[in-house]
T-cell receptor
Framework: DVKVTQSSRYLVKRTGEKVFLECVQD?????MFWYRQDPGLGLRLIYF???????EKGDIPEGYSVSREKKERFSLILESASTNQTSMYLCASSTSQGVEGEQYFGPGTRLTVT | SQKIEQNSEALNIQEGKTATLTCNYT??????LQWYRQDPGRGPVFLLL?????KEKRKERLKVTFDTTLKQSLFHITASQPADSATYLCALDLFSGGYNKLIFGAGTRLAVHP
């Protein structure tokens, strides 16, 4: 079974703090993704990576950065957290083998910025 | 503008009936369309994928149709059970340049009553 784990289920941070969200997958997937999910808006793609040390901006990258130093690990960084970054953050991975890109998601991190 | 829409109102049905969920999109040309299930506080779980040249796909009690002319997908759960209660997300799979990028709808919450 594909397993995607995220470092925290719940996180509370203060405005201006630097926040690290970690994601690890154990299926040797090439592709990894970070989404945020807000009520009524669905999942929105923040950043993705198709290889180690590679990153691509998604639809809402402002205020975020990412790091992928190892194939199994993809980190999301909030350089200076703001209250509008309070959200559910979901990490996902998928394989590049074949063209059908079903994604496997982690359990999510609910981040609250106060 | 580009949009993907799912019925925002919850769908309430009686156990044993067929649930039908709708996904409509505009100004996209997806290569595939995917459906996911999401339980409260958890990440989405992949259910089914249908290609643009397929009209219908089945998996156990699930059936998905894909009409690229109407720009619509229908997701059916036959003989529904209370355990099917969850939020169901559709996602357009925009495969291009060798990469898959998913655009998610906001989801429809299904409640199956005994």
């Amino acid at each position: 079974d594909v397993k995607v784990t995220q470092s925290s289920r719940y996180l509370v941070k203060r405005t201006g703090e630097k926040v690290f969200l970690e994601c690890v997958q154990d299926m040797d997937h090439e592709n990894m993704f970070w989404y945020r999910q807000d009520p009524g808006l669905g999942l929105r793609l923040i950043y993705f990576s198709y290889d180690v040390k590679m990153k691509e901006k998604g639809d809402i990258p402002e205020g975020y950065s990412v790091s992928r130093e190892k194939k199994e690990r993809f980190s999301l960084i909030l350089e200076s957290a703001s209250t509008n970054q309070t959200s559910m953050y979901l990490c996902a991975s998928s394989t590049s083998q074949g063209v059908e890109g079903e994604q496997y998601f982690g359990p999510g991190t609910r981040l609250t910025v106060t | 503008s580009q949009k993907i829409e799912q019925n925002s109102e919850a769908l309430n049905i009686q156990e044993g009936k067929t649930a039908t969920l709708t996904c409509n999109y505009t100004n996209y040309s997806p290569a595939y369309l995917q459906w996911y299930r999401q339980d409260p506080g958890r990440g989405p779980v992949f259910l089914l994928l249908i290609r643009e040249n397929e009209k219908e796909k089945r998996k156990e009690r699930l059936k998905v149709t894909f009409d690229t002319t109407l720009k619509q997908s229908l997701f059916h759960i036959t003989a529904s059970q209370p355990a099917d209660s969850a939020t169901y997300l559709c996602a357009l799979d925009l495969f291009s340049g060798g990469y898959n990028k998913l655009i998610f709808g906001a989801g429809t919450r299904l409640a199956v009553h005994p």
